[in-house]
């Protein structure tokens, strides 16, 4: 409907100026020309294949028109467009408290909130770093584990990921820095330094390059519309490989949208809800209407319907024991009653520390959830989720899941953001509970010898 009105305006425009445009028409005054084009456009046969009420002399058709217009443009993005959620800190997962608003609360919360004997801030494993199509010809500059990096495409297309600062006079390459062949040009004096390697390999005003001018380069991986770091206190290489989700590199599965939050807990406090079965009827089991504040999604307003889940966690054996697995059964049931088409069954490959592959089976659909997590900061994540269905499912159906994805996420980060670290829980003889304590034992294996710990200072007023 909106391509064919576009179609009808494209015409009363195009066409009568087509049939009235000549030599003299530009010759003449401009009202005069305005009254010989819609003289021409009375005239002709198009007049008489418009609908009635597409009257061009009435001004309540061009504000019909502008509403149209608006209308498609908003209806086209939410039908076809791929959807983009971000929320930072202190959009969700805090409540306001009179005067002070939700960033400020989250500030607060910061500060003040005890965080808990927590393991090492920094686990050992395959990091995303950044997202393949924001990687263009401009380096970027990221921080993210206690490193500053700058992440660059040579102009053969391949992803490199080396520190920011130059050695020379301590320039970030990622602010202003220039891609030249395989190296990035420092914007300060011109050095260059080679991607894959990290070696200067020309100074501009200097005949040579000192052997020691050099910077790190750090072992990157792309993959699964991902460029990778592998990050180890201990300096090791890479000990497993990121799995190809081959629906994704061949286009069986296309991108239909991405969710972005950053979260104030531990890193190891995410993960973990996969291996904690029994928050889900706590926390998940509210429609997503009833939205994310924990303690009002339980209105009788929303009580008619229940996420119903099944779910179990176990570590895969070797050679991937960095491997964990969660698999769902989902249901919804409203007054009583199941939906077929939103059943799903849901397994989850939670990857090192910070990948999760999620692979969602349902009745009408299938695809995956990528789930990346970062620490931007010791107690700050960046927690980006990408959704890939099957290039004929249409993108607002994948908008439907993925906004009940990030509902439910955001229910999470209310107790993420304001719980303290139990180092030593107080725990139930139940399965639920060894689930959680089978997680924890499985997950310190990303933690080694000098993986970085957070040190507190107490401020005093000595001096």
Same mark, same amino acid.
């Given at each position: 409907m909106f391509s064919l009105r576009s179609g009808f305006l494209i015409l009363t425009v195009t066409v009568p100026i087509a049939l009235a445009a000549n030599d003299t028409?530009?010759?003449?005054?401009?009202?005069?020309?305005?009254?010989?084009?819609?003289?021409?456009?009375?005239?002709?046969?198009?007049?008489?294949?418009?609908?009635?009420?597409?009257?061009?002399?009435?001004?309540?058709?061009?504000i019909q028109a502008i509403v149209l217009g608006v209308l498609g443009y908003f209806l086209y993005g939410i039908i076809f467009r791929p959807i983009d959620r971000i929320r930072?800190?202190?959009?969700?997962?805090?409540?306001?408290?009179?005067?002070?608003?939700?960033?400020?609360?989250?500030?607060?919360?910061?500060?003040?909130?005890?965080?808990?004997?927590?393991? +090492?801030?920094? +686990?050992?494993?395959?990091?995303?770093?950044?997202?393949?199509?924001?990687?263009?010809?401009?380096?970027?500059?990221?921080?993210?584990?206690?490193?500053?990096?700058?992440?660059?495409?040579?102009?053969?297309?391949?992803?490199?990921?080396?520190?920011?600062?130059?050695?020379?006079?301590?320039?970030?390459?990622?602010?202003?820095?220039?891609?030249?062949?395989?190296c990035i040009e420092c914007p300060?004096?011109?050095?260059?330094?080679?991607?894959?390697?990290?070696?200067?390999?020309?100074?501009?005003?200097?005949?040579?390059?000192?052997?020691?001018?050099?910077?790190?380069?750090?072992?990157?991986?792309?993959?699964?519309?991902w460029v990778h770091i592998w990050y180890h206190a201990e300096g090791v290489e890479p000990t497993w490989k990121i +799995?190809?989700?081959?629906?994704?590199?061949?286009? *069986?599965?296309?991108?239909?949208?991405?969710?972005?939050?950053?979260i104030n807990a531990h890193i190891e406090e995410i993960p973990e809800n996969g291996a904690d079965v029994a928050h889900l009827k706590q926390v998940h089991e509210p429609l997503m209407a009833a939205g994310t504040d924990l303690t009002k999604m339980w209105s009788k307003y929303f009580s008619w319907g229940q996420h119903i889940w099944q779910a179990s966690w176990h570590q895969?054996?070797?050679?991937?024991e960095h491997v964990g697995c969660m698999t769902v059964d989902h249901d919804l049931k409203c007054f009583g009653f199941s939906l077929p088409f939103v059943k799903a069954h849901v397994t989850a490959l939670q990857i090192g520390p910070g990948i999760v592959y999620l692979t969602i089976e349902?009745?009408?659909?299938?695809?995956?959830?990528?789930?990346?997590? *970062?620490?931007?900061? +010791?107690?700050?994540?960046?927690?980006?989720?990408?959704?890939?269905m099957h290039w004929s499912i249409p993108n607002i159906i994948a908008k439907f899941f993925m906004y009940t994805e990030a509902i439910q996420i955001e229910r999470d980060m209310m107790i993420w953001n304001n719980?303290?670290?139990?180092?030593?829980?107080?725990?139930?003889?139940?399965?639920?509970?060894?689930?959680?304590?089978?997680?924890?034992?499985?997950?310190?294996q990303f933690y080694s010898e000098h993986s970085p710990r957070l040190n507190f200072q107490k401020d005093t007023l000595d001096w």
């Amino acid at each position: 409907m909106f391509s064919l009105r576009s179609g009808f305006l494209i015409l009363t425009v195009t066409v009568p100026i087509a049939l009235a445009a000549n030599d003299t028409l530009f010759k003449i005054p401009i009202l005069e020309a305005g009254e010989i084009y819609m003289k021409q456009v009375v005239n002709s046969r198009l007049m008489d294949i418009l609908p009635s009420y597409m009257n061009l002399y009435s001004p309540l058709f061009y504000i019909q028109a502008i509403v149209l217009g608006v209308l498609g443009y908003f209806l086209y993005g939410i039908i076809f467009r791929p959807i983009d959620r971000i929320r930072v800190l202190g959009d969700v997962g805090y409540r306001p408290d009179g005067k002070f608003t939700k960033k400020e609360i989250a500030r607060s919360v910061k500060k003040r909130r005890v965080v808990g004997e927590i393991p +090492p801030v920094y +686990p050992n494993g395959w990091f995303g770093v950044i997202e393949s199509w924001k990687l263009k010809r401009e380096p970027v500059y990221v921080s993210v584990l206690g490193e500053q990096l700058v992440v660059f495409r040579d102009e053969k297309g391949e992803a490199h990921i080396l520190d920011a600062y130059c050695p020379h006079m301590g320039a970030n390459l990622g602010v202003g820095g220039r891609v030249v062949g395989d190296c990035i040009e420092c914007p300060f004096h011109g050095w260059k330094f080679r991607g894959y390697d990290g070696k200067c390999t020309e100074v501009p005003y200097s005949e040579k390059v000192p052997d020691f001018a050099k910077i790190k380069a750090w072992t990157s991986a792309e993959l699964n519309g991902w460029v990778h770091i592998w990050y180890h206190a201990e300096g090791v290489e890479p000990t497993w490989k990121i +799995p190809e989700l081959k629906e994704i590199t061949s286009g *069986t599965w296309q991108f239909k949208g991405r969710t972005e939050h950053y979260i104030n807990a531990h890193i190891e406090e995410i993960p973990e809800n996969g291996a904690d079965v029994a928050h889900l009827k706590q926390v998940h089991e509210p429609l997503m209407a009833a939205g994310t504040d924990l303690t009002k999604m339980w209105s009788k307003y929303f009580s008619w319907g229940q996420h119903i889940w099944q779910a179990s966690w176990h570590q895969l054996p070797s050679p991937d024991e960095h491997v964990g697995c969660m698999t769902v059964d989902h249901d919804l049931k409203c007054f009583g009653f199941s939906l077929p088409f939103v059943k799903a069954h849901v397994t989850a490959l939670q990857i090192g520390p910070g990948i999760v592959y999620l692979t969602i089976e349902g009745t009408p659909f299938k695809g995956a959830w990528l789930h990346y997590l *970062t620490p931007v900061e +010791p107690m700050v994540q960046k927690l980006v989720h990408n959704v890939y269905m099957h290039w004929s499912i249409p993108n607002i159906i994948a908008k439907f899941f993925m906004y009940t994805e990030a509902i439910q996420i955001e229910r999470d980060m209310m107790i993420w953001n304001n719980k303290k670290f139990q180092a030593k829980p107080v725990f139930t003889r139940t399965k639920e509970d060894s689930l959680i304590s089978k997680h924890r034992r499985w997950y310190s294996q990303f933690y080694s010898e000098h993986s970085p710990r957070l040190n507190f200072q107490k401020d005093t007023l000595d001096w």
